[in-house]
């Protein structure tokens, strides 16, 4: 088995694929782009029931299949690009955590759903092998908001503002949860809230050198 060259992760609309593009173009790596199988429509039926559903005490019948099917996915995408070394990787098993937390603290999971999520989580990680780096996109909440107005995606719009600013803050500790739990050596953090950051060569050429410098071997 080879091992994944890059993550990138960070929440929606924070500027992830965008990097993650800009490396594979640059730096001439493979990019797996972040893959959504959803033969069910999971997704859809999941924000639906939370926005049609307030009741206190209610059983949220779509969040853990949801969540187990994106769980699934992000690990057999992370076992592909592991098969050599030369992939980005946009997203990984590692951020499904985030959102499996956030479900259950907003009440969508039961504490043995969670439980179960937990189980098969830890197992499926002693299967695969860290990345030689993971990067951390970063972005201001009000940012975010206004590129996911900006794009228009429908589903974004729908989850609402509130959903959004939950996540972000279930992502802030995502680099503590990161060093605690799994051996992940090399770290970096981007903060990609300015727009015209991925228009200024000397900006971006900065930003690459420094990636460039956890692959000597490539590079020199």
Same mark, same amino acid.
């Given at each position: 088995m080879g091992q994944i060259q890059i993550i990138v992760e960070g929440m929606t609309a924070s500027g992830k694929s965008t990097i993650a593009n800009? #490396?594979?173009e640059k730096l001439g790596f493979k990019l797996m782009p972040e893959e959504f199988r959803d033969t069910y429509d999971l997704l859809s039926k999941f924000h639906h029931e939370t926005q049609e559903t307030h009741?206190?005490?209610?059983? *949220? +019948?779509?969040a853990f299949p949801m969540q187990l099917n994106f769980l699934a996915t992000? *690990?057999?995408?992370? #076992?592909? /690009?592991?098969?050599?070394d030369n992939y980005i990787l946009d997203r990984s098993v590692f951020g499904d955590k985030v959102y499996a937390s956030l479900y259950y603290k907003q009440g969508y999971f039961s504490d043995s759903q969670f439980g179960a999520y937990l189980t098969l989580y830890d197992s499926l990680l002693r299967y695969i092998k860290e990345p030689r780096l993971l990067i951390l996109t970063r972005c201001?909440? !009000?940012?975010?908001?206004?590129?996911? +107005?900006?794009r228009g995606r429908q589903d974004e719009? !729908? /989850?609402?503002?509130?959903?959004w600013r939950l996540l972000y803050d279930a992502y802030m500790p995502f680099l503590d949860f990161i060093k605690s739990e799994i051996n992940i050596k090399n770290i970096l953090e981007l903060d990609i809230s300015d727009p015209k950051f991925i228009s200024t060569p000397e900006?971006?050429?900065k930003f690459l050198d420094e990636v460039k410098s956890y692959f000597p071997e490539r590079f020199n």
């Open positions: 800009l #490396l594979a009741a206190p005490n209610t059983h *949220f +019948k779509w992000r *690990f057999s995408q992370y #076992l592909c /690009a592991s098969e050599e201001p909440i !009000d940012e975010i908001l206004r590129r996911i +107005k900006s719009i !729908d /989850a609402g503002e509130n959903y900006r971006v050429n």
